[in-house]
């Protein structure tokens, strides 16, 4: 899925996050994307742009990742009606 990077305006500068990003599926290092303030102390949400796929994962309270990366591991030489389970 191909995400148009031209949606994502004002987005600014983070502290970079490493993460696998569960679109494309690649470990990514990103600094670019939201940062929203909770209302709890010190609780902070945030929404980083994956750089190879323009896809945003969000952060809840900074560490828990929504969508989550994929389980386990790409399976190659399936056959074409068995692979889409896969991607």
């Not at 690649?26 to 929203?36: D, M, P, R, T, V």
């Not at 323009?54 to 969508?67: D, K, L, M, V």
């Amino acid at each position: 899925m191909k995400f148009n990077q031209k949606c994502w305006e004002d987005a600014s500068e983070l502290d970079t996050k490493i993460y696998i990003c569960s679109y494309c599926n690649k470990e990514i290092a990103s600094n670019i994307g939201y940062l929203s303030k909770g209302s709890y102390e010190k609780a902070e949400d945030y929404i980083y742009i994956c750089h190879n796929c323009n896809a945003p994962t969000y952060f809840r309270y900074g560490y828990e990742q929504i969508p989550g990366s994929k389980y386990g591991f790409n399976v190659e030489g399936l056959p074409s009606d068995i692979e889409y389970i896969y991607i």
